[in-house]
């Protein structure tokens, strides 16, 4: 399949901040992506460059195959919900779902409608005096009814509370299902997210950490515990990211290529054993400076903490 978005050795400097740092990926039409990483990790500019909204120092982006800055074809099949939308301060919800929908060639005005409904937001109120997660609401059902083929949503849940996020996950699996499309997905909430996500974009100080098949890093990343030495022998076999000390035993997470066998192998050395969330992962990764890259060794890469 073409891809929907390639980036090569793309890089954004603001006056002493490097943003963005030789970034490459493609993004592959019809997947979910996870758009991951602390605050500041350079997210918010990527998304902004690849819809046109901000500028590349160096480096080359296509957006369905084609440059997409003041390209009408690329933009009318891009939608970006952003954290903080503003609008002007005379307009109703539903002058901004009009809007939307002139803008938008494939918006379904049926799904808009349900998701108002869903989301309880009240049509004739003028946007200035929605809370701040209606606020976030309405950009749900914009970036969902827009049925846009890319479609960005930047940490778009400020404010939302645990019921709402759920009727937007609900939403989101249900039309993507029946009307696949690229949608990436930057957000915080890892664990909410992680069932959602096919694809993991880690940035970190403005380079790209991680570039995965979500299920491949499901089985990656474990934690064992037990005695030290036995974990010192299992952590050989992949990269230590982080380990805790609790007098003569430790507890470490492990990235390696794990088979069917690491069960067993743990077992053998007395260990216990547990699968590691993506948001452990994503954790350890971008704690400290010396985190160690993908595939990186493990020696003296490791977080070590000691609590006693
Ligand atoms: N207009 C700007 N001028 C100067 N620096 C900027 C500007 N916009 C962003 N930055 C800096 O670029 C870096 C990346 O910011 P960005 O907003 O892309 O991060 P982010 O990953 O979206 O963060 P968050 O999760 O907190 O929203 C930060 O250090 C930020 O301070």
Redesign the pocket.
């Known amino acids: 399949m073409s891809p929907a978005v390639t980036v090569t050795d793309l890089t954004k400097r603001?006056?002493g901040?490097t943003?963005l740092d030789r970034v490459s990926f493609s993004l592959t039409e019809n997947r979910i992506y996870g758009l991951l990483?602390r605050?500041?990790?350079?997210?918010?500019?990527l998304m902004q460059i690849l819809t046109a909204q901000g500028f590349a120092t160096s480096g080359e982006v296509t957006v369905f195959g084609q440059q997409p800055y003041e390209n009408e074809q690329v933009l009318s099949r891009v939608c970006f919900i952003k954290?903080s939308q503003t609008y002007p301060s005379n307009l109703r919800v539903h002058h901004v779902l009009r809007a939307a929908r002139l803008v938008h060639p494939g918006w379904d005005e049926k799904l808009a409608q349900q998701l108002v409904d869903d989301f309880r937001l009240p049509p004739q109120r003028n946007v200035r005096k929605l809370s701040r997660g209606m606020l976030s609401s309405l950009g749900i059902v914009v970036g969902l009814a827009s049925r846009a083929p890319l479609t960005f949503f930047d940490?778009p849940y400020l404010g939302l509370d645990a019921v709402a996020r759920q009727i937007f996950y609900d939403h989101l699996l249900a039309d993507y299902t029946e009307h696949p499309r690229t949608i990436v997905l930057s957000t915080h909430l890892i664990d909410e997210v992680s069932d959602l996500i096919e694809h993991v974009l880690l940035i970190d100080q403005g380079r790209l950490l991680l570039d995965a098949e979500a299920e491949t890093l499901r089985g990656q990343v474990v934690t064992v515990s037990g005695p030290v030495a036995a974990v010192d022998e299992f952590a050989r076999t992949g990269a230590e990211l982080h380990r805790v000390l609790l007098g003569a035993t430790a507890r470490a997470t492990v990235r390696g290529d794990f088979g069917p066998a690491v069960h067993d192998q743990a077992r053998s050395l007395g260990l216990g054993l547990e699968a590691s969330s993506l948001q452990e992962l994503v954790v350890r990764l971008t704690t400290n400076s010396n985190a160690p890259a993908p595939g990186a060794d493990s020696a003296g890469a490791a977080s070590k903490e000691a609590v006693r």
Not at 39 to 45: L, P, S, Y
């Open positions: 603001y006056r901040v943003a990483g605050n500041g990790a350079g997210k918010t500019t954290e940490e």
